[in-house]
């Protein structure tokens, strides 16, 4: 939209750099270009404002396939205003100079002829095109009908259009029929899922058999260690019991023939004593035998004095002595 400003009863417009402007007095042009600014008088002036920028129009319709289901289109159809001079002489771009709004809505029938335009030629695609074909490769036959649809229409360069691109977004079905569309490659996805996780688990039920086997042999080969280990444990229990009976036999026999030398050993000191105590008591007797009667009695008395108990006083009265004296002298024994 221009920018106008009043000033003492004149009128300043200043345009932007994409807006081509038209100014016209008395019927006469005055100025025409891209950008203008400038001062006019509002009652003399003719305005006209064309947009020379590149345009987005975005559009959605339904149509029908050949096998007559409903589809939704969205595309978009970039244009430009090549020729403003043209579309200014064919369409009303005029602006009040009072304000710089535009006095009609141009744009609205450029958008309205672009749409019915692509329209027509993407439903006469789709009309001989299967649903299944269309959402296959819809796109790309309807964005190519549609450019050139566009580029063949005449009125467009008559009117200074150029359409700079078309793209098309999606063709979408109903909501049921998608769904419906939908369900096959679910139910192979599912599948494929459900096959993953038999897959899955059967690799697992092969892991735990694996896990369950090796524990299994981990166990028996550890029972017959353990077997292995009572066997020789009852070898080396047998083995000590064998060593203790011989150093025990040993130890007997040691022990017998210690007891036969000690009996020996006893019996020729108790026969070399006897031999000596009868050698001894023979010659006792022997010499006994030889002594005389008085040297008898004196060993005896000694022998006698030597078994009496100990006498620690001795009481002799004179009576007593007067009898052994008178003995003596008679020389007799006392």
Known sequence: MA?????????????????????HKNGRPAHDG???SFWFQPLSAALSEVPVNDRELAMAFHARTADFQDVTVQATVTYRISEPGSAADRLDFSIDPDTGIWRGDPLEQLSTLLTETAQQHALDVLARTELAAALADGVAAVRE??????????????TGIEVVAVRVVAIRPEPEVERALRTPARERIQQEA???????????VERERTIAENELASR????????????????NTRREAEEEAAADAV??????????????AEAE??????????????????V??????????????????????RIDSLTLSPDMLTTLLDRLGRGERP
């Open 269 to 286: 000191a108790a026969r070399v004593s006897g031999e000596a105590k009868a050698g001894a008591q023979a010659a006792w007797l022997q």
């Open 251 to 264: 130890r007997t026999e040691a022990e017998a023939a210690r007891t036969v030398r000690l009996a020996q």
């Open 288 to 309: 006994h035998g030889e002594a005389d009667a008085a040297t008898l009695h004196a060993l005896a008395a000694t022998r006698l004095a030597e078994n009496l108990p």
């Open 145 to 158: 009908r549609i450019a050139a649809g566009l580029a063949a229409e005449s009125r467009l360069p008559a």
């Open 34 to 36: 891209v950008g203008l």
């Open 220 to 235: 028996i080969e550890l029972a017959r260690r353990e077997e292995q280990l009572v066997e020789q444990r009852g070898t």
């Open 3 to 23: 920018d106008i400003s009043r000033r003492f009863g004149w009128r300043h417009l200043r345009s932007a750099p994409t807006s081509h402007i038209r100014h």
């Open 194 to 204: 459900d096959r993953a996780t038999y897959e899955r688990r059967a690799v697992a």
